[in-house]
């Protein structure tokens, strides 16, 4: 793994992302391919912006001449694609937009990969391709779509995808898988659980809450807030794609989740309790269309044939989250003034 575009870079995991492989990876040039759209921020990644082995290039997934001449100009190996349109709500009100960036975007990269990696890219009986490189999709649970009371979602699961922007996922999963058949395209898909840690766009859980409980503004809570959710520390979730990229066998699946089941309910008393405010804050809202009553991801794939697993308790993980906030209080003001997009 020398050559690593990674798309979406400037958002929450990407930048999280591209921290750590860099830590973590001395001898990389590391390319951060980022339209930056609203949660796109380059604030994020201020520690590596001098870091000679790191690139930045705004520029948008589907633009197919962009991609393919990046692909020739720094000889990538490996794609870590996190680029995606990936809030729920925005997709109930602009589904094509999710569409056309996470589905027709995610085919410019497999056919750029394709084109630049198979060993005879016009012979399309060729399964050939050059040694070591790999096509990662991030992706999420939100695929395999609500589950009851019991269970978790293994590799297996079939995907039901309940809102525009899950359906958006599940169709450019497919494409990965279809490229990997049809093609040999050599090719990994993660799937996580929902993740939580420094540099969330704060219209987000655990961010928005935060935010609105230190100005002692009104926290909404969709329904009756017992939601269930799977949290994982996005640290966690970027140890878990390095070692796929190292270790994960080609057309692949692999969950990854941080066995931490909480109700949103239960998140965000237990901010309001840290930050030493009142209950009477939380208010009730109108619960969002679709909206899937509980996931649970079971890793047991990526622990046992891989030997990851996850190094934050949820204690420990939440703790240092609300701490980063408040410590960085600057860096969600500029958000929330949208004094970072001048950047």
């Known amino acids: ?23 973590e990876q001395k001898d990389i ?12 921020n380059l604030e994020n990644l201020k ?7 790191y690139y930045f290039v705004k520029g948008d997934i589907r633009d197919r001449p962009l991609v393919n001449q990046l692909f020739d100009d720094y000889q990538f190996d490996t794609v870590v694609h996190f680029a995606a349109e990936s809030h729920v709500d925005r997709s109930i009100s602009e589904p094509e937009v999710f569409l056309s960036t996470n589905v027709l975007g995610t085919q410019v990269l497999l056919d750029a990969a394709k084109a630049h990696w198979n060993l005879e890219p016009e012979n399309k009986y060729c399964h050939e391709y050059r040694p070591g490189v790999r096509y990662l999709q991030v992706s999420t ?20 995808p309940n809102s525009p922007y899950s359906a958006s996922k599940a169709s450019a999963d497919l494409l990965v898988r279809a490229y990997h058949k049809t093609y040999g395209l050599p090719v990994n898909i993660t799937r996580c659980s929902n993740n939580y840690g420094p540099y969330q766009f704060p219209e987000k859980l655990i961010p928005l809450m935060i935010h609105n409980a230190q100005n002692d503004i009104p926290l909404p809570v969709y329904g009756d807030g017992m939601q269930i959710r799977d949290w994982l520390h996005v640290k966690d979730h970027c140890s878990a794609i390095h070692t796929v990229l190292k270790k994960g066998v080609s057309g692949e699946i692999y969950n990854i989740g941080g066995n931490n089941e909480k109700a949103n309910i239960e998140i965000v008393k ?45 204690e420990q993980g939440i703790e240092e989250t609300i701490q980063w906030y408040m410590l960085n209080w600057e860096w969600i003001d500029r958000i929330t003034s949208g004094a970072y997009r001048n950047v």
């Open 270 to 314: 237990l901010i309001l309790r840290e930050l030493k405010k009142p209950e009477s804050l939380i208010t009730y809202v109108k619960d969002r269309p679709g909206h899937d009553r509980r996931y649970a991801i079971d890793h047991m794939k990526i622990t046992s044939e891989l030997g990851w697993k996850p190094a934050y308790t949820f």
């Open 47 to 53: 520690s590596v912006e001098n870091d000679p082995r």
């Open 1 to 23: 793994m020398k050559n690593i575009l990674v798309t979406g870079g400037a958002g929450f995991i990407g930048s999280n992302f591209i921290q750590y492989i860099l830590d």
């Open 29 to 40: 040039l590391l390319l951060n391919l980022d339209f930056l759209t609203y949660a796109g």
């Open 141 to 160: 649970d939100e695929v395999y779509g609500a589950l009851g009371k019991t269970g978790m979602f293994t590799e297996e699961t079939p995907l039901s």
